[in-house]
């Protein structure tokens, strides 16, 4: 937005009911102290000054005192701003005609963009009810969209608050319309269908066409319901995936994947894709390289982004949308890590006033979730902290955060050069993958700054050899390493449905445990179903588990591997030692390996053995099935190698032999 409407808005801001408010001071009806906190109050949460103000009062203003509150503020924005103003007390609106006007003329984003509603549609022009009016950037926008249309722009200035309350009655019309069943949805999609199969079938595009259709109603509705239902359901990622014959769509949630809708024809698969495009502000005319977007959109007062990537593939460009909903999580180390021990360990390296801390594991593995919750136990006022991410997936107030933007040469490399001339004491690093970026963290971890940084590796000691290969030298990576953190998600049994489960012997040899009783070791299973079954079963009046939807699963646990450097690793690390010797000597020093800490989690009942199988299994190497003769812990029955000297998983320093 520009600067000049910036100024406008923030004048609009200070100015606006301060000579009414002066009277209702004067009068005694209020303080000054009552006006201002109602004023701060009001940008802060958008709620109506008049609301505000009254509960101040306890209800001592009269309607009549608050009717002209509120004539007073409209009056003073139509001189403002030279148009005539618009009071919902005083003008029917039907929600349905503005639902229509949102859906067919001004996209929602574009409502939310410039804080704007379009009212009404009359003798060829369009009514849009706008906070302020003199936004050129807005002005330009809606002009552009309407003379497609054959249509004129009527400005009407609104207050705050009844722009507000239009837009929360659409989204709320779009929430019961996605949980209420829509009878003639499925017909106007088969009734698009057939405008569409011209554009599908077609070698050359049109893309006037191609853009007119993804503009279309049914187009727009079913954008808008896969958005919803994803939020709704707490789903992490959105894969609209175009196949030779159908459209499928499907959600990840607590990190598995499920088609969420019908399969839809294939006939849509252009125009949809062109309006999530659209929405993310992408090229609709570039199919062949991958593109990345962002869309943003309020839901249920929260704000809520979606980072968008497409990709070229074989029957259309794939799109995956990844959920960044900031209020739906829960920062701080102690309400990631289950384990005790493990916690204070990781508490007392961030503790630490420099060095270097990484945190490794796959992609959606919640890394940046640890790095938050990690700046979240160091950010006070005495400590200076700044991050460099791609893309800003959190907003933590008293940090300064940067955006990776790497068309513009602001790498991760540049900007953690900048850092250091900003007189930092924490430094978050987004993601460490090339030689520059590892080195010039490195150099700021020996200069007085305490970094953390991800990278991705199997395990703890892997990112060791990873720095290596990058070209860090040994040297530089034993003094400057705190620690590193390897991490999974795991899902997490359903309390309500799970089930008593005694796993078979040979069952059991698969994750080194041993049972010297077929009914010693009882554990968990998932009461899980497919969605088919679940469909069955409530066609029968069969009842299905509230908590989980019959998924068996609901919500997620960390599972941690923390490697501590201690003088004997940093001596191994010097000595340039395989991975495998590091790590069997972090073990031996007292390291829970994420297998150790998973079958920890198996033992609490929070997750179940096929869950540790599908997460962390595969990272161990084990192959015990040819073993005929094992050494086990006699207090946990887990696999233990003849050389050390404690169990990992339980830390019991005694052992005995067992087959």
Same mark, same amino acid.
């Given at each position: 937005?520009? *600067?000049?409407?910036?100024?406008?808005?923030?004048?609009?801001?200070? $100015?606006?009911?301060?000579?009414?408010?002066?009277?209702?001071?004067?009068?005694?009806?209020?303080?000054?102290? =009552?006006?201002?906190?109602?004023?701060?109050?009001?940008?802060?949460?958008?709620?109506?000054?008049?609301?505000?103000?009254?509960?101040?009062?306890?209800?001592?203003?009269?309607?009549?005192?608050?009717?002209?509150? &509120?004539? !007073?503020?409209?009056?003073?924005? $139509?001189?403002?701003?030279?148009?005539?103003?618009?009071?919902?007390? =005083?003008?029917?609106?039907?929600?349905?005609?503005?639902?229509?006007?949102?859906?067919?003329?001004?996209?929602?984003?574009?409502?939310?963009?410039?804080?704007? #509603?379009?009212?009404?549609?009359?003798?060829?022009?369009?009514?849009?009810?706008? #906070?302020?009016?003199?936004?050129?950037?807005?002005?330009?926008?809606?002009?552009?969209?309407?003379?497609?249309?054959?249509?004129?722009?009527?400005?009407?200035?609104?207050?705050?608050?009844?722009?507000?309350?239009?837009?929360?009655?659409?989204?709320?019309?779009?929430?019961?319309?996605?949980?209420? /069943?829509?009878?003639?949805?499925?017909?106007?999609?088969?009734?698009?269908?057939?405008?569409?199969?011209?554009?599908?079938?077609?070698?050359?595009?049109?893309?006037?066409?191609?853009?007119?259709?993804?503009?279309?109603?049914?187009?727009?509705?079913?954008?808008?319901?896969?958005?919803?239902?994803?939020?709704?359901?707490?789903?992490?990622?959105?894969?609209?995936?175009?196949?030779?014959?159908?459209?499928?769509?499907?959600?990840?949630?607590?990190?598995?994947?499920?088609?969420?809708?019908?399969?839809?024809?294939?006939?849509?698969?252009?125009?949809?894709?062109?309006?999530?495009?659209? +929405?993310?502000?992408?090229?609709?005319?570039?199919?062949?390289?991958? !593109?990345?977007?962002?869309?943003?959109?309020?839901?249920?007062?929260?704000?809520?982004?979606?980072?968008?990537?497409?990709?070229?593939?074989?029957?259309?460009?794939?799109?995956?949308?990844?959920?960044?909903?900031?209020?739906?999580?829960?920062?701080?180390?102690?309400?990631?890590?289950?384990?005790?021990?493990?916690?204070?360990?990781?508490?007392?390296?961030?503790?630490?006033?420099?060095?270097?801390?990484?945190?490794?594991?796959?992609?959606?593995?919640?890394?940046?979730?640890?790095?938050?919750?990690?700046?979240?136990?160091?950010?006070?006022?005495?400590? %200076?902290?700044?991050?460099?991410?791609?893309?800003?997936?959190?907003?933590?107030?008293?940090?300064?955060?940067?955006?990776?933007?790497?068309?513009?040469?602001?790498?991760?490399?540049?900007?953690?050069?900048?850092?250091?001339?900003?007189?930092?004491?924490?430094?978050?690093?987004?993601?460490?993958?090339?030689?520059?970026?590892?080195?010039?963290?490195?150099?700021?971890?020996?200069?007085?700054?305490?970094?953390?940084?991800? +990278?991705?590796?199997?395990?703890?000691?892997?990112?060791?050899?990873?720095?290596?290969?990058?070209?860090?030298? /040994?040297?530089?990576?034993?003094?400057?390493?705190?620690?590193?953190?390897?991490?999974?998600?795991?899902?997490?049994?359903?309390?309500?449905?799970?089930? /008593?489960?005694?796993?078979?012997?040979?069952?059991?040899?698969?994750?080194?445990?041993?049972? #010297?009783?077929?009914?010693?070791?009882?554990?968990?299973?998932?009461?899980?179903?497919?969605?088919?079954?679940?469909?069955?079963?409530?066609?029968?009046?069969?009842?299905?588990?509230?908590?989980? %939807?019959? #998924?068996?699963? $609901?919500?997620?646990?960390?599972?941690?591997?923390?490697?501590?450097?201690?003088?004997?690793?940093?001596?191994?690390?010097?000595?340039?030692?395989? *991975?495998?010797?590091?790590?069997?000597?972090?073990?031996?020093?007292?390291?829970?390996?994420?297998?150790?800490?998973?079958?920890?989690?198996?033992?609490?009942?929070?997750?179940?053995?096929?869950?540790?199988?599908?997460?962390?299994?595969?990272?161990?190497?084990?192959?015990?099935? &040819?073993?005929?003769?094992?050494?086990?812990?006699?207090?946990?029955?887990?696999? +233990?190698?003849?050389?050390?000297?404690?169990?990992?998983?339980?830390?019991? /320093?005694?052992?005995?032999?067992?087959?």
């Amino acid at each position: 937005m520009n *600067t000049g409407s910036l100024s406008r808005r923030a004048l609009v801001a200070r $100015k606006t009911l301060f000579p009414y408010g002066e009277r209702l001071v004067k009068i005694g009806l209020i303080t000054e102290l =009552q006006l201002q906190q109602a004023l701060d109050e009001n940008r802060k949460t958008g709620r109506a000054l008049v609301d505000i103000l009254n509960h101040l009062t306890q209800g001592k203003m009269s309607p009549e005192i608050l009717r002209r509150f &509120k004539s !007073q503020q409209l009056f003073e924005l $139509k001189i403002l701003f030279g148009v005539q103003s618009f009071d919902l007390e =005083q003008t029917l609106v039907e929600p349905a005609q503005v639902a229509r006007l949102i859906d067919e003329l001004i996209p929602l984003e574009v409502c939310t963009r410039y804080q704007l #509603v379009p009212v009404q549609q009359k003798d060829g022009a369009l009514v849009v009810a706008m #906070v302020d009016p003199e936004d050129l950037e807005a002005f330009d926008d809606l002009n552009r969209r309407l003379r497609t249309r054959g249509l004129t722009l009527q400005r009407i200035v609104i207050t705050p608050e009844d722009y507000q309350y239009l837009l929360s009655g659409y989204l709320d019309n779009q929430v019961n319309a996605e949980v209420a /069943p829509d009878e003639t949805f499925g017909q106007e999609i088969e009734d698009f269908f057939g405008s569409l199969e011209e554009i599908s079938e077609s070698g050359e595009v049109d893309l006037s066409q191609l853009s007119q259709a993804a503009e279309d109603a049914p187009i727009i509705k079913l954008s808008s319901k896969i958005l919803v239902r994803a939020i709704e359901q707490g789903a992490s990622d959105i894969h609209i995936e175009p196949q030779e014959e159908f459209l499928r769509i499907r959600f990840r949630k607590d990190g598995v994947l499920r088609e969420s809708f019908d399969r839809l024809p294939k006939q849509i698969i252009p125009a949809l894709i062109s309006r999530f495009k659209i +929405m993310s502000e992408l090229d609709i005319a570039e199919r062949r390289l991958p !593109q990345d977007g962002r869309i943003r959109r309020q839901y249920e007062g929260r704000a809520i982004d979606f980072r968008v990537s497409t990709l070229p593939s074989r029957y259309g460009e794939k799109i995956v949308l990844r959920l960044l909903d900031n209020t739906s999580t829960k920062l701080g180390l102690d309400k990631l890590i289950s384990d005790p021990a493990t916690l204070d360990i990781v508490r007392d390296m961030v503790s630490k006033p420099y060095g270097l801390i990484l945190v490794t594991g796959p992609t959606g593995s919640g890394k940046t979730t640890t790095l938050y919750s990690a700046l979240a136990e160091r950010n006070e006022p005495g400590i %200076n902290i700044t991050t460099a991410e791609d893309p800003i997936e959190y907003t933590l107030q008293g940090i300064t955060q940067v955006q990776v933007i790497r068309e513009k040469g602001m790498d991760f490399a540049r900007i953690l050069r900048a850092f250091l001339r900003q007189d930092p004491d924490v430094i978050l690093v987004g993601e460490t993958r090339d030689i520059e970026t590892a080195k010039t963290a490195v150099e700021a971890a020996l200069t007085g700054h305490l970094v953390l940084t991800t +990278m991705h590796t199997n395990d703890s000691a892997g990112a060791i050899a990873r720095l290596a290969e990058m070209g860090v030298e /040994p040297f530089m990576i034993s003094s400057s390493l705190i620690g590193i953190l390897a991490q999974r998600l795991m899902r997490k049994v359903c309390p309500e449905c799970r089930v /008593p489960h005694t796993p078979a012997p040979e069952r059991l040899r698969q994750f080194g445990l041993v049972a #010297v009783r077929e009914d010693e070791v009882v554990f968990w299973q998932a009461n899980n179903m497919t969605p088919q079954q679940v469909e069955e079963k409530r066609k029968r009046g069969e009842p299905v588990c509230n908590l989980c %939807n019959g #998924v068996g699963y $609901k919500g997620r646990v960390g599972v941690y591997e923390v490697m501590k450097l201690s003088e004997k690793l940093r001596d191994l690390i010097n000595r340039e030692a395989p *991975t495998e010797l590091l790590r069997e000597t972090a073990v031996a020093e007292g390291m829970i390996s994420l297998l150790g800490y998973s079958l920890n989690l198996v033992r609490e009942g929070l997750t179940t053995l096929e869950e540790v199988e599908r997460v962390t299994l595969s990272d161990t190497g084990l192959e015990t099935s &040819k073993r005929t003769r094992v050494l086990v812990c006699r207090c946990c029955g887990a696999e +233990m190698k003849p050389e050390w000297l404690d169990c990992p998983y339980c830390t019991t /320093p005694r052992h005995e032999q067992g087959t």
